[in-house]
């Protein structure tokens, strides 16, 4: 009889996470928007590499176009609201997202003229939970570009409003590190690496490679390419000894 309630409890527990989980994730797809609006927003253009968007600040009403140089087939449109904020992803005519490489060009179009060109940058490293510090490379640059740094947690956007931050410079092969010394950092965390490009800013993201973590709700979490599968096997004492095994899929754009 006690392990009966016992399992009617646990369902209603894991019944209340879930739909608390729900109600949190539409409340960040409701508002998501309006975070990013509020947020500080880069001087100029932002490029955000991971997500193939551009956001910026213009005139309220103004239109903004954006054109691949190399693609005809890739483009994106957005018209700046009652703040002058605007932001964008670029698609394919195909209606699919489209990615962004460190070859690309786009071409920033305000209200039919053109205002900038944006040229992405590679930005390659990790975020290394043994030495709590975020090392890495960004191709192209000269030695002393300012490179920000900043910590959210589990891919999740707020968590980088309030997250810790650095800002560094590059050394002469545009290597950088940024440790954050007052913080011990985990396989939960990634980063925002945030590089001035000209008048504009490219941003992409570093996370935690070949670590992961095993929590008490017997969820085993971590980062990995997005579109791999993850498969995950717990064993009991010997290798033959299975007790659990599954797969996840890796979500786009941080997996």
Not at 11 to 31: C, D, E, I, K, P
Not at 116 to 142: C, H, M, N, W, Y
Not at 148 to 162: K, V
Not at 210 to 235: E, I, K, W
């Amino acid at each position: 009889m006690m392990d009966e309630k016992c399992v009617r409890v646990s369902r209603l527990l894991w019944s209340l996470v879930f739909g608390l989980s729900l109600v949190t994730a539409l409340l960040w797809a409701v508002t998501s928007r309006v975070a990013a609006e509020a947020r500080d927003v880069n001087p100029g253009f932002t490029l955000d590499v991971a997500h193939a968007a551009v956001w910026g600040i213009m005139s309220p009403g103004d239109v903004i176009t954006i054109a691949s140089s190399a693609d005809a087939a890739v483009y994106g449109a957005a018209e700046a609201d009652g703040v002058g904020f605007f932001w964008t992803p670029l698609w394919r005519d195909t209606g699919r997202p489209e990615s962004v490489g460190g070859d690309d060009t786009f071409a920033v179009y305000v209200n039919g003229a053109l205002a900038d060109t944006l040229f992405p940058v590679t930005i390659t490293g990790q975020l290394d939970v043994l030495k709590d510090r975020v090392a890495g490379t960004v191709e192209g640059v000269s030695a002393g570009t300012e490179v920000t740094i900043t910590l959210g947690m589990w891919a999740w956007a707020p968590s980088l409003e309030f997250g810790p931050q650095l800002t560094v410079t590059t050394g002469a092969t545009g290597a950088f590190t940024a440790t954050f010394s007052n913080n011990d950092l985990g396989p939960h965390q990634y980063a925002r690496v945030e590089v001035p490009v000209g008048f504009y800013t490219v941003q992409d993201y570093l996370y935690p490679q070949n670590v992961f973590q095993l929590n008490t709700f017997s969820y085993l979490m971590g980062y990995a390419m997005p579109g791999r599968t993850v498969t995950a096997t717990v064993y009991v004492t010997e290798t033959d000894d299975v007790r659990w095994s599954g797969t996840a899929f890796a979500d786009w754009p941080h997996g």
